[in-house]
Each structure stands twice: as structure tokens, then as C-alpha cells.
């Protein structure tokens, strides 16, 4: 069984894309909504967290851990590879070398968190990664939020948007990196904005991917939803961001 977590629903964005690969792959999803967003907590309050959920999913059964959130990676992903050395672990990283494939201009943007960019994850990747190109590192502080209150268009996003978008675009960035599940979400808003000319990368197929590569077996596509917030909210937002009906459930 597959475990993945997220300090919301951002990491349904990467559940949905192992959904549409692998659909035969049992998933036990945490939603750590009690604590979410994991962007303005400080990486060491992430990693605490993060060992938290970790613990509570290995053991539900599952031996395959994905941390469909880049502040966790960040935060914790090398961590928890050291302390469970016989669980598999698929993080989350901004990325930056698929897109070097696709910049014209030489500029990459990379749209995350102010905790994703201060841990020791995202220099590794733009120090092996980032030879010859501009990394523009924006921090989006809101966009996150607006995803867990099921708010993904209107006007009050696409201000929201705009604020950390025009300036990246504005340094000449024709490619951006999203460094946050939550940002898939508002997608159709970023490519409206940013306009048809700049290529948007989402690592989430990938991660999705990587996932199936170290599943152990195939499972009866069985989804089960956990949170350790509000259900009836995480519900209804995950309705509203993804049309899926899956109860949604507490743990204490």
C-alpha cells in the first residue's frame, strides 16, 4: 500500500495523477490539515510534523511512503530515509532540470515556498542542475491557502497571482517550475496569466511515476482519505478541486 501526505490537499495533485497511471495501486492519504500550510512553519516544526505522519502511515500498512509536499521533502525526506532505512521514500523536488529542456530565454522561474527554498533540498537541485540558466526563486506566500479554501479562480486569485507571478515574468522567465502541490490547482489562472509562450512544468506525473516504479504489488484501486482536520472541509474542498467522492475521514 502507498502512503502519502500532505499538509492539505495540495498533495491531490499528485495522488491524482497516480490515480490516472496507476490505477489499481491502493493509497491511504493524509491530509495534515490540523497543521496546514507547512510553508510558514519553520522546516524544523516540518520535519516534527513529518516524522509524525510518517510514523501514523507506516503504521496503517503502508511500504511505500510518498511526501507529496516540497516543504516536507525539504524539511525531512533525508531524514526519514536515515531513520527507516527499509521503507521506500518519494520526495518531492522543484524541477529544474526538466526545465532546462524547454527555457529559450535562459531564465527559469521556480514558484514555492519560503520553506522549501531555505532548505539544503532546492540548492542541491540548482547546484547540479541549474548550469547555464537564471534560477528566479519566488515565494508565493497565500496561493497555497487560497487552494485549501477551495479558491482556484476569480478575481481575488488572479491578484493573488499575479503579486509573485508578474515579477518572475518580469525578470524574463519563459519556463516555471511549480515547487508546491498545491499549485496545479491553479493552473488554467497561471497559464491565462503568464500567457501561451511560457512553458509551466508540474513534477507531479513524474513523482507519480517514480510512486508506481516502487510499488510492490498492484492493489483494488481502494482510495482512503484521512486528515487530522476538519473532514467535512477537506471534503468539500477535495469535491470542489478534483470532483472525487471519497469520504473523508478523522484521526486523532
Given at each position: 500500500?502507498?502512503?502519502?501526505?500532505?499538509?492539505?490537499?495540495?498533495?491531490?495533485?499528485?495522488?491524482?495523477?497516480?490515480?490516472?497511471?496507476?490505477?489499481?495501486l491502493?493509497?491511504?492519504?493524509?491530509?495534515?490539515?490540523?497543521?496546514?500550510?507547512?510553508?510558514?512553519?519553520?522546516?524544523?516544526?516540518?520535519?516534527?510534523?513529518?516524522?509524525?505522519?510518517?510514523?501514523?502511515?507506516?503504521?496503517?500498512?503502508?511500504d511505500?511512503?510518498?511526501?507529496a509536499?516540497?516543504?516536507?521533502?525539504?524539511?525531512?525526506?533525508?531524514d526519514?530515509?536515515?531513520?527507516?532505512?527499509?521503507?521506500?521514500?518519494?520526495?518531492?523536488?522543484?524541477?529544474?532540470?526538466?526545465?532546462?529542456?524547454?527555457?529559450?530565454?535562459?531564465?527559469?522561474?521556480?514558484?514555492?515556498?519560503?520553506?522549501?527554498?531555505?532548505?539544503?533540498?532546492?540548492?542541491?537541485?540548482?547546484?547540479?542542475?541549474?548550469?547555464?540558466v537564471?534560477?528566479?526563486?519566488?515565494?508565493?506566500?497565500?496561493?497555497?491557502?487560497?487552494?485549501?479554501?477551495?479558491?482556484?479562480?476569480?478575481?481575488?486569485?488572479?491578484?493573488?497571482?499575479?503579486?509573485h507571478?508578474d515579477?518572475?515574468?518580469?525578470?524574463?522567465a519563459?519556463?516555471?517550475?511549480?515547487?508546491?502541490?498545491?499549485?496545479?490547482?491553479?493552473?488554467?489562472?497561471?497559464?491565462?496569466?503568464?500567457?501561451?509562450?511560457?512553458?509551466?512544468?508540474?513534477?507531479?506525473?513524474?513523482?507519480?511515476?517514480?510512486?508506481?516504479?516502487?510499488?510492490?504489488?498492484?492493489?483494488?484501486?481502494?482510495?482512503?482519505?484521512?486528515?487530522?482536520?476538519?473532514?467535512v472541509?477537506?471534503?468539500?474542498?477535495?469535491?470542489?478541486?478534483t470532483?472525487?467522492?471519497?469520504?473523508?475521514?478523522?484521526?486523532?
Amino acid at each position: 500500500m502507498i502512503g502519502m501526505f500532505d499538509s492539505g490537499v495540495g498533495g491531490l495533485s499528485v495522488l491524482g495523477e497516480l490515480r490516472r497511471l496507476h490505477p489499481r495501486l491502493d493509497v491511504l492519504y493524509l491530509a495534515d490539515s490540523a497543521h496546514a500550510p507547512y510553508g510558514q512553519c519553520s522546516l524544523t516544526e516540518v520535519a516534527e510534523l513529518s516524522h509524525r505522519n510518517v510514523g501514523w502511515l507506516l503504521a496503517q500498512g503502508a511500504d511505500v511512503i510518498a511526501i507529496a509536499c516540497n516543504t516536507a521533502s525539504a524539511a525531512a525526506l533525508n531524514d526519514l530515509r536515515r531513520v527507516h532505512p527499509g521503507v521506500s521514500f518519494v520526495g518531492m523536488e522543484p524541477a529544474v532540470k526538466p526545465a532546462r529542456a524547454y527555457t529559450r530565454s535562459g531564465v527559469i522561474g521556480v514558484l514555492a515556498t519560503d520553506a522549501t527554498f531555505q532548505g539544503e533540498l532546492f540548492a542541491s537541485v540548482v547546484g547540479r542542475f541549474a548550469d547555464g540558466v537564471e534560477i528566479v526563486a519566488r515565494s508565493c506566500p497565500g496561493w497555497a491557502d487560497l487552494v485549501e479554501a477551495g479558491k482556484v479562480a476569480g478575481p481575488e486569485v488572479e491578484a493573488a497571482i499575479a503579486m509573485h507571478l508578474d515579477p518572475v515574468l518580469e525578470a524574463g522567465a519563459d519556463t516555471l517550475v511549480l515547487g508546491c502541490t498545491h499549485y496545479p490547482f491553479l493552473l488554467p489562472v497561471l497559464h491565462h496569466l503568464a500567457g501561451a509562450q511560457v512553458v509551466i512544468v508540474d513534477p507531479a506525473p513524474a513523482v507519480a511515476r517514480q510512486i508506481g516504479r516502487l510499488a510492490t504489488g498492484r492493489g483494488s484501486g481502494r482510495i482512503r482519505i484521512r486528515t487530522t482536520g476538519d473532514a467535512v472541509q477537506v471534503q468539500t474542498t477535495m469535491r470542489r478541486l478534483t470532483g472525487w467522492d471519497e469520504q473523508v475521514s478523522a484521526i486523532t
